[in-house]
């Protein structure tokens, strides 16, 4: 008998959550800091296309909104194809007090080894400020920032840095020197 496409999304989702390491799920189930990143990462890994019915059920399981998860699709899919090119992407993973609060520490491990495991060449440094505080934890791929408060990851493409209204001074920190 054949599945409907909704139990398809279901089935293919509990393949990548078998495969995923410890921790990204408590005990009872809850989704911790940075799951919904880390399936979705997994996801793309596994060369899975995100279509509806997975994002649905990726959604559902980690307890976020759909607009939110492509948001997070987003994310994912600029590491992994940064992880192309011949040389390796810079990341930046700001350690900022903010950031720390916000759980960067907790986040900043699992997103590496999904990463890794995915086979992305990527050189990974600790920084200590983007200037994206108050969104953070955020996260810098080669000059794009990337930033994940409350599990929702949103793309700062920084035209709002040269606009009059930006929130922070053009002297900040946003561009650290990586070397
Ligand atoms: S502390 Fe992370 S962006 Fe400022």
């Known amino acids: 008998m054949e599945q409907d496409s909704g139990a398809r999304g279901s089935a293919e989702l509990d393949r990548v959550l078998s495969a995923l390491p410890p921790g990204v799920f408590t005990e009872d189930g809850s989704p911790t800091l940075g799951a919904a990143l880390l399936v979705v990462s997994a996801c793309r890994a596994r060369g ?18 759909h607009d939110v998860i492509r948001d997070i699709t987003r994310f994912a899919d600029a590491l992994l194809a940064s992880a192309d090119s011949a040389a390796p992407t810079q ?21 590496k080894s999904v990463m890794q495991r995915a086979g992305a060449a990527h050189e990974y440094k600790d920084v200590f400020c983007l200037s994206q505080c108050e969104y953070g934890p955020s996260i810098m791929v080669g000059k794009d920032i990337w930033v994940t408060r409350a599990r929702k990851v949103v793309e700062d493409r920084r035209e709002w840095r040269q606009g009059d209204s930006r929130p922070v001074p053009v002297s900040d920190t946003s561009a650290p020197d990586l070397d």
Do not use: F, K
């Not at 059920?57 to 980690?62: K, Y």
């Not at 990341?91 to 900043?108: D, F, K, N, Q």
């Open 48 to 65: 899975l296309i995100l279509d509806g019915d997975l994002l649905d059920a990726i959604a559902e399981r980690v307890g976020v909104v």
């Open 91 to 111: 990341v930046a993973l700001c350690r900022g007090v903010t950031c720390t609060m916000h759980g960067a520490e907790r986040l900043h491990p699992l997103l």
